[in-house]
């Protein structure tokens, strides 16, 4: 046989190898596309929900427009550990703001930090000193519950003086943590402590929504919004034995990740892991009519209560939530019914 034909015969068997290899892949798929034609993706969605959103109840806003975006149960109580201490260190920094307190100054760790439990990370004692400042670190970065007690203790002493009455410091401080959600808009939130242990005989509570709520005002903050978006931070304690410097880290493991800049994580055995994270992207510049330009922020704040894989369900949810953005703001930024914003005024 001559060399040529032999490879041309060579050539049409491969071809019609790879056809039925084709035809056999085909025919293998085939079942599974017509499956999902016949039931319906809400077969996959919840396949990839159960994979992805096992979550007690979440939300997705816009933080400029109110938008919400996406939701689950967001009016449910329930508890919300670590995250109570977004509130904390926003009433904080707006006492410091009116007082003019240095921020540098250094607060005194209370007795009453040694009836907190959960982790002490830094292994603090009562009379240790830490600065405002990294304390706040501490409590937004590293979720300490101690210095988040101190910053209560002190503020809320301080509160107490301004007003010229006496009681405990740190119920002083909770109630104008309590005050700070119903200003903005909150409903359905109670806080008893400074730090969200939920483990004593009071428990505290909030709901998706009004985590949002304060998220959405706590970002409005320049300090809060820089301290939440750091990786780490070197703070310094003084104790019996003398100044002692500490690298703090930060325990939102998805941050600097898909843009995500904060804010908060929180875990205890009754409020299961959760999560606040939010995100930015360039703003939207468009030129209107008159020639003039309008120019549209773009910054999403989610929340995810109780979910058995928090980072992955907070970063799946705003891959999702910038989806339902864009199609939102091409269709022109319709609102139908109020029930779709995030309401942040008392009612």
């Given at each position: 046989m001559e060399p040529i034909v032999a490879l041309r015969l060579t050539i049409?068997?491969?071809?019609?190898?790879?056809?039925?290899?084709?035809?056999?892949?085909?025919?293998?798929?085939?079942?599974?596309?017509?499956?999902?034609?016949?039931?319906?993706?809400?077969?996959?969605?919840?396949?990839?929900?159960?994979?992805?959103?096992?979550?007690?109840?979440?939300i997705v806003v816009d933080l400029h427009s109110k938008k919400i975006l996406s939701a689950r149960e967001i009016n449910k109580k329930r508890q919300v550990a670590s995250l109570t201490k977004i509130a904390t260190a926003v009433v904080v920094l707006d006492w410091a703001k009116a007082s003019g307190a240095d921020l540098g100054q250094n607060i005194i760790i209370p007795q009453s930090a040694l009836s907190i439990g959960g982790p002490n990370q830094l292994k603090l004692r009562p009379g240790d000193q830490v600065s405002i400042r990294d304390a706040l670190y501490c409590s937004v970065l590293g979720s300490n519950n101690w210095t988040a007690e101190a910053l209560a203790y002190h503020v809320g002493k301080d509160l107490l003086v301004r007003g010229g009455k006496n009681g405990d410091p740190v119920k002083e401080f909770v109630k104008h943590m309590n005050a700070l959600a119903i200003e903005n808009g909150s409903k359905y939130t109670k806080f008893i402590n400074p730090h969200g242990m939920d483990h004593q005989r009071k428990t505290p509570y909030s709901t998706a929504s009004d985590v949002a709520r304060l998220t959405i005002y706590a970002m409005g903050k320049a300090a809060f919004s820089f301290i939440c978006s750091q990786a780490e931070r070197k703070v310094s304690i003084v104790s019996i034995g003398g100044r002692k410097e500490f690298i703090v880290k930060n325990t939102n493991k998805v941050l600097n990740v898909d843009g995500i800049d904060g804010v908060k994580t929180g875990l205890?055995?009754?409020?299961?892991?959760?999560?606040?994270?939010?995100?930015?992207?360039?703003?939207?510049?468009?030129?209107l009519a008159d020639g003039n330009k309008q120019v549209t922020p773009r910054r999403l704040v989610v929340v995810v209560l109780g979910a058995s894989d928090r980072f992955g369900a907070a970063r799946s949810l705003l891959l999702r939530g910038w989806q339902k953005f864009e199609t939102w703001n091409r269709s022109g930024r319709q609102i139908r019914d109020r029930a779709e914003l995030l309401s942040m005024s008392k009612e």
């Open positions: 049409v068997k491969f071809t019609k190898i790879l056809k039925m290899r084709t035809l056999f892949r085909f025919y293998h798929v085939l079942p599974l596309v017509v499956l999902y034609v016949f039931i319906g993706s809400d077969l996959v969605d919840r396949a990839i929900g159960n994979q992805k959103f096992d979550v007690d109840s979440y205890t055995s009754r409020a299961g892991p959760c999560l606040v994270v939010t995100a930015a992207k360039q703003p939207i510049v468009s030129e």
